[in-house]
């Protein structure tokens, strides 16, 4: 029998939906230059010259190919013809601009590469549309900067390859929006800050490789956010401590710290992060190691290229290891009869000390690579794989010669310089930090740092420094953190910092500076933080400030300033946090504050004398407050603080606060806090010493006493109707 009328129906309709769906795929052709599969969802017009997109992609291409071309621009709505696409690799195409809404159409893409080409800037709008991206490859670029809000759309994105670029700083919610992330790769960029909000809006986080960087220090307060965190890749970057609590991540499994110049690192370093299970610390120069405190679930430890000698001082490390059954990768460095030896061979019985008649001190250590070796001045101590230069407190009287061409930290401090002279660094241009700290330094000639063009960080603290050339600089424009306190500079040397355009961080702490003149800082539009403290300032000019319009901190205190520099704060849109603890100044006054008021997150003024805040004193702030510091001043009143309701922490500790019906709007604000806040009633009499938290306010409109009348009130009426009804009946 053959088919019937039905059937013929069934077969003929799934053939008409083949030829409507296939047909707009055959009837677009294949653009001349490029190579597509038979059914063209695929498409690839790798390095072909091309200088812009070709127009006749086949709509429906979900993969495309354009690699190895010269674009240079991404114009807006530049696939507007392809939104089927989800595959695009965009790499080596000499791409310099992303231009606002170029991606705008491609909501189903989930990979894009951008990889490698001359990308400097990330603008808010540079990714709208890519709701759907899970793969963004960035790495290889020049991006020096990423504007707030460039990732906001990108919700779905679980990888970000940012590594190669020039990022050096991290601003807060850099990366907002980044809900589903999950690894997060900036390597080998020049990041030496960290905000404290940079990592806080990523809450699927697993992975950050912040490896091969610049950080001199850990970032333990942003990196905190990461409650998510598994893995974390800091090598590679010149720290040399490791502090107590450091690192505070509840989830932290694997924590990578090789190849840095650690030298010291807490036995409570890891203390709060208690699901580590590996850490590595393999070539730093740590000499000595004490049991680890808090890491019952550490299950490897690698210390292999330090310094660590095998001797009584090691024997609790041993024995804790033994106890945790932790496998400990440990080459001795030392006694003589130890040297090589695993430390798994040793009993911690054997971990004795004695008279050896090897200098355990003056040998250096041993480098794999002969001619960095060589290349080392002999006073120093050259690290082959950090390439580092070590040549601290060395009793050297000149700066050394014959560093090798690829070092970039050389540590000169504690020596006796007295001077630098011109071309004392010549062909160091891969040299991203310079220590000069308590080198007697008086003159620093111009062009003392020529030839350094990489270098970011600059230490000359410590030092007799009182005045700067401007040309002292030339040829190193590209220094953004230099530390010149503890010097004798009377001002601050203004026709200096117009050498430095990418100056991001200045030191000037314990100087002689009396007065912050009209104009103090011109030239120095990039910068984001100022640290004067310990100076003699008593005169800040109104216009001081004019041209640092960026200026997040703002350090001021320690110096003889009598009023808030509300004047000077003005423009300082971007502001902070202010310091002006340590100052004579008596009072403020209202609309102190009001200028810098909503940015403003962190505000000193403890250790002033502080005796009266005006009502409106602290007008406008409040709402992105996050601490504030009034302790040890003399105040027995404060203004309202019912705007202050997203602080974390506030100190109002050694006041003599006037415990009397004027002081019950703080008692109860106090009582809404779940925060120590310290404060303490000095008057009257019979309330000294009592937290204002916890003191009885009788009588007073609003205090304790109310709530006793009512409740008296309440009885007295129930009292009533319950005679009444005895009546009645």
Known sequence: ??????????????????????????????????????????????????????????????????????????????????????????????????????????????????????????????????????????????????????????????????????????????????????????????????STETFAVL????????????????????????????????????????????????????????????????????????????????????????????????????????????????????EWADLLRLKVDLFCFGPKHFLGDHLDSLRAFDLKCGNFPED??????????????????????????????????????????????????????????????????????NVASLHLQNCEINDIQPGAFMGMTNLVYLYLSYNKISSLNAEVFQGATKIGYLF????????????????????????????????????????????????????KINYIAPTAFRNVKDLEKLYLDNNILSKVPTQALKGMHKLIELRLSKNSINSIGNGAFLTVSQSMQHLYLNDMRLQQISSGAFSGLGKNMKSLYLENNNLKNLPSMKNFNRLEVINLANNPFNCDCQLVHLHRWISTLNLRVGATCATPKNLKGHNVRNAKFTFCPGGDSNKNRNKRKISTISISKKNKARKQE
């Open 1 to 194: 029998m053959g088919p019937g009328p039905g059937s013929v129906k069934m077969l003929f309709i799934p053939c008409l939906l083949v030829l409507f769906f296939a047909s707009p795929l055959l009837s677009d052709p294949c653009p001349q230059v490029c190579i597509c599969d038979n059914i063209k969802t695929f498409v690839t017009c790798a390095n072909k010259n091309l200088t812009e997109i070709p127009p006749t992609i086949p709509q429906y291409t979900q993969k495309l190919v354009l690699q190895k071309n010269e674009l240079k621009v991404i114009p807006t709505g530049a696939f507007l013809s392809t939104p089927y696409l989800t595959h695009l690799s965009l790499q080596n195409c000499s791409i310099e601009t992303i231009e606002e809404g170029a991606f705008r159409s491609l909501g189903r893409l989930r990979y894009l590469n951008l990889g490698s080409n001359r990308i400097s800037f990330i603008h808010q709008e540079s990714f709208d549309g890519l709701s759907s991206l899970e793969h963004l490859i960035l790495e290889n670029n020049r991006i020096e900067e990423i504007k707030p809000g460039a990732f906001s759309q990108l919700g779905f994105l679980n990888f970000l390859n940012l590594k190669d670029n020039f990022l050096v700083y991290l601003p807060d919610m850099v990366f907002q929006g980044l809900l589903q992330l999950k690894w997060l790769r900036l390597s080998k960029n020049m990041i030496s800050i960290v």
């Open 484 to 535: 010149l306190d503890h010097n004798r500079f009377t001002n601050i040397p203004k026709e200096v910092l117009g050498m430095l355009p990418n100056l991001f961080s200045l030191h000037m702490q314990y100087n002689s500076i009396n007065s912050l003149s009209s104009n103090n800082l011109a030239g120095a539009q990039k910068l984001h933080w100022l640290y004067l403290t310990g100076n």
């Open 360 to 429: 355990l001190s003056k040998i250096s250590v041993v480098t794999e690579i002969p001619e960095m070796e060589n290349a080392c001045p002999q006073s120093c101590d050259c690290k082959t794989d950090a390439k580092h230069a070590i040549c601290e407190n060395k009793s050297l009287q000149k700066i050394p010669k014959g560093f090798h061409v690829d070092t970039t930290l050389i540590d000169l401090r504690r020596n006796s310089f007295n001077s630098v002279p011109k071309g004392a660094f010549l062909d160091m241009k």
């Open 203 to 318: 809450p699927n986080l697993k992975k950050l490789s912040l490896d091969h960087n610049e950080l001199q220090y850990l970032p333990s307060e942003a990196l905190s956010r990461l409650s998510g965190l598994t893995r974390l890749e800091l090598g590679w970057n010149p720290m040399t401590f490791i502090l107590e609590e450091a690192v505070q991540m509840a989830s932290l499994k694997q924590l990578i710290l090789n190849d840095m110049a650690l030298q010291e690192v807490s036995y409570k370093a890891f203390e709060k992060s208690k699901q580590l299970s590996f850490i590595d610390m393999s070539n730093n120069q740590i000499r000595s190691i004490q049991p680890l405190a808090g890491v019952e679930q550490l299950k490897s430890l690698n210390l292999t290229g330090n310094m660590i000698i095998c001797d009584c001082f090691l024997r609790p490390f041993k």
